[in-house]
């Protein structure tokens, strides 16, 4: 199972990195404040996103910044709802984890509603392993690939981006009232990734345009979707 463990890999060479980053007085910040004050400097994110050398940076760290910041503009300020996105996004982006349940061998899932058919039929640990995977698949399908998705909504009548951010969040929902989730200690973090899963989607669509896939094939769909999560954000809609 995906775990938010991300930030406590961080050692040595990521601090030397990050001091670095942030120039004179990187070290006594972080002797004084902490390795949090330097990862969520914006600074250290302008930085690290224009460094020419960016594919030497460690991709936990890269990811996990991206994320943080993503999260904060959204004033979603949980450090471990941060770490446990980047996590997903640093699990999926290896070949065929998206499609496998916890990385395993079985059968693949490449749409929510194979997942959903299979919730019909599990049962114990498989059954909670399936609710966590749906809320992790729908996070990385909308999240990342919203431009695939409004493509697939033209064209063949495919599900809106709403019904991502429903199936998604009762997945973690779903997930956190399991005894799994209680003792694996991430029953309070699946609740809040619930309750938050539309932001956190929104948050990574915003990595997905300006990062990841920067060259939209719709420019004016795009921004139609960039408007409507804002306004819905705005609006205190979840």
């Known amino acids: 199972m995906i775990r938010p463990n991300v930030r406590a890999s961080f050692g040595r060479r990521e ?33 690290l996103v224009r460094s020419k050398g960016v594919s030497a940076v460690p991709a936990p760290l890269l990811f996990y910044v991206m994320v943080r910041h993503a999260l904060m503009q959204r004033e979603i300020q949980d450090r471990q709802l941060a770490d446990y996105t980047a996590a997903v996004l640093l699990e999926f982006a290896m070949a065929g ?3 496998r349940v916890d990385g395993g061998e079985g059968e693949p899932f490449f749409y929510l509603t194979d997942i959903l058919g299979a919730l019909e039929r ?26 695939y998705i409004a493509h697939r909504v033209q064209r063949r009548g495919a599900p809106p981006m709403s019904y991502y951010d429903e199936m998604g969040a009762a997945g973690f929902r779903m ?40 060259q939209s094939q719709d420019a004016i769909e795009r921004l139609l979707r960039q408007v409507s999560d804002d306004f819905q954000r705005q609006s205190g809609w979840r």
């Not at 990050?18 to 990862?39: F, H, K, M, N, Y």
């Not at 049962?123 to 690939?145: I, M, P, T, Y």
Request: cysteine-free; hydrophobic content about 45%; overall charge negative.
């Open 122 to 147: 599990a049962r114990g640990e498989r059954e909670f392993l399936l609710r966590v995977h749906l809320g992790n698949f729908a996070l990385w399908l909308g999240g990342v690939f919203p431009d």
């Open 175 to 214: 997930a956190a009232g399991s005894d799994l989730a209680l003792r694996h200690g991430v029953g309070d973090l699946f609740l809040r990734a619930a309750d938050r899963f539309r932001d956190v989607r929104s948050a990574l669509n915003s990595l997905s345009d300006t990062l990841f896939f920067p």
């Open 97 to 99: 984890k998206a499609h």
């Open 15 to 47: 601090a030397e990195l990050l001091t670095s980053l942030v120039g004179p007085g990187g070290e006594e910040r972080l002797r004084e404040q902490g390795l949090d004050a330097l990862l969520d400097d914006t600074g250290v994110l302008r930085a």
